[in-house]
């Protein structure tokens, strides 16, 4: 039974074997009046794609369409749907649903709604499984559905959908603009957004890297300062200098967070969005006390913070930094392997849908 009773798309069934995609078709959640469907043009690969399909994260309901960076053309909207038309380009990302009525959302933080359903792997009230956007269709409520600025190309803003968010949210929170030096560990697919953004809010921006090979890279994506923390005693010099720490890599496991720590003003926070598969240092409460700082991190971003990054990327003019990989089931695999051996510059982007799924609007 075809569209509009269900999608098709590359699924795992196996975490053992998380490198075997496999062309299948699934079910999609009954179609209600707050819907938008959407034919899929490109889907960003997220390391959380790579972190679920592997167990990194523990078990996940097989089989498993992952993908939650999708841009494609709304070719169905429900009736009540205000925002977006049957032709728009759209947006999705890593939530697809939550319940808009509990305390958490109607603060814009829906993101944080007990309700929220994750855009693959989560269950919908009747049951349904979400899958995710390594697929032909995919099935949104409105509000987690965004139109993409003209000047802004689906590649480009396919992992900003997810990726893009996850750094802009914490650094608008934590107050990233001008007159704040900010430090950014890690340059990878998180760590590259959080530079622009940053550099675009106005902040004074250091990359904090264990190599040096992307120092070049960090500093034509607009950061002043570029450190690298395999040197000894690298934290010296930056003793209370920044005003936040926004953590992107997924190796907290490894860090000495007292050197981490110990470069932040007082009353300074270490932000992380870099979520491993290992647990964190331990810690002593009075490792925080030379300088009174926080460790915290945070869970994507709200609606309006999803609308406030496009639109200064669209401004600003702002490009991520991609590679494109036309989907198969070749080409997933070595999307999601070398996502895991962090051979990627800087976001992967699966793309030439119509080659597999078909003309589908």
């Excluded at 269950?123 to 956007?133: F, I, V, W």
């Excluded at 997924?250 to 860090?255: I, R, S, T």
Aim: aromatic share 10%; proline share 5%; with cysteine.
């Amino acid at each position: 039974m075809p569209y509009p009773e269900t999608a098709e798309g590359f699924m795992i069934k196996d975490q053992k074997k998380w490198q075997e995609f496999e062309k299948k078709e699934f079910k999609l959640k009954p179609f209600e009046d707050r819907d938008v469907d959407i034919a899929i043009e490109v889907c960003g690969v997220c390391a959380s794609d790579l972190h679920t399909i592997n167990g990194g994260w523990g078990e996940a309901p097989m089989p498993l369409c992952v993908g939650h960076e999708v841009v494609g053309k709304a070719i169905k909207v429900g009736k009540e749907v205000k925002t977006i038309k049957v032709g728009d380009r759209v947006g999705v990302g890593a939530q697809i649903q939550a319940d808009l009525t509990c305390n958490n959302c109607k603060a814009d933080q829906e993101n944080y709604c007990p309700n929220a359903v994750d855009t693959y792997g989560a269950e919908y009230k009747d049951g349904t499984l979400s899958q995710g956007g390594y697929a032909s269709h995919i099935r949104a409520h409105e509000y987690f559905t965004f139109k993409i600025p003209e000047n802004i190309s689906s590649a480009i803003a396919a992992p900003m959908m997810c990726a893009g968010l996850t750094v802009y949210s914490p650094l608008v929170r934590l107050g990233a603009g001008p007159g704040k030096k900010i430090a950014i560990v890690g340059l990878g697919g998180l760590g590259h957004y959080a530079v622009l953004w940053a550099v675009a809010l106005g902040a004074e921006v250091t990359v904090l890297s264990h190599t040096p090979a992307k120092k070049d890279d960090a500093l034509k994506m607009g950061a002043k300062h570029f450190v690298v923390t395999n040197e000894e005693k690298w934290f010296e010099p930056l003793a209370f200098n920044f005003d936040f720490i926004l953590n992107t890599a997924d190796a907290m496991h490894k860090f000495n967070m007292k050197n981490y720590l110990s470069t932040l003003k007082v009353m300074g926070r270490f932000h992380t969005v870099g979520f491993g598969d290992e647990p964190i240092p331990t810690l002593m409460a009075q490792d925080f006390a030379p300088n009174g700082c926080y460790l915290g991190a945070s869970h994507i971003g709200n609606r309006p913070e999803m609308l406030a990054m496009l639109e200064l990327a669209s401004k600003q003019e702002i490009k991520s930094w991609i590679e494109e990989i036309p989907i198969s089931e070749k080409g997933c695999a070595e999307a999601v392997r070398r996502v895991s051996e962090n051979d990627v510059k800087y976001r992967f982007v699966l793309t030439n849908f119509d080659a597999q799924f078909g003309k589908r609007s």
